[in-house]
């Protein structure tokens, strides 16, 4: 069994993914699995054209997920992507939320919808 420790990463961390080939012995630049730090999350919504007028960087923003009933997520508009995605005619819109409890993990959140 191994043990994750790094004297540079405060913990907790979210395992992203591990090696599907894993095995007893691996060799030099072999990649085990990816560690990240989720106390900082960006969620990405699609903005429609007609209502990106309505958003603006810094912009405070609450955001409710399927999966995570009863619960609200805040944060603030980061980064408008510059170009609009022409199959959706959307706009990728990133949201910065602070993730302090861990309540967003990789495959918990849905689309936002507030």
Same mark, same amino acid.
């Given at each position: 069994m191994a043990f994750l420790t790094s004297p540079f990463i405060p913990m907790p961390r979210e395992p992203l993914s591990i090696a599907s080939?894993?095995? @007893?012995?691996? &060799?030099?630049? &072999? #990649?085990? $699995?990816t560690v990240a730090d989720l106390n900082q999350v960006w969620i990405k919504a699609d903005v429609y054209e007609e209502q990106l007028p309505q958003i603006r960087q810094g912009q405070e923003v609450e955001i409710t997920?399927?999966?995570?009933?009863?619960? #609200?997520?805040?944060?603030?508009?980061? $980064?408008?992507? @510059? *170009? *609009?995605? @022409?199959? #959706?005619? #959307?706009? @990728?819109?990133?949201?910065?939320?602070a993730n302090r409890r861990c309540a967003c993990c990789l495959e918990c959140l849905s689309m936002p919808h507030s």
């Open positions: 080939d894993a095995r @007893p012995v691996c &060799d030099a630049g &072999d #990649t085990l $699995f997920a399927e999966s995570l009933p009863n619960r #609200t997520l805040h944060g603030h508009v980061d $980064f408008i992507e @510059p *170009a *609009a995605n @022409p199959q #959706t005619r #959307t706009v @990728p819109v990133h949201v910065h939320v």
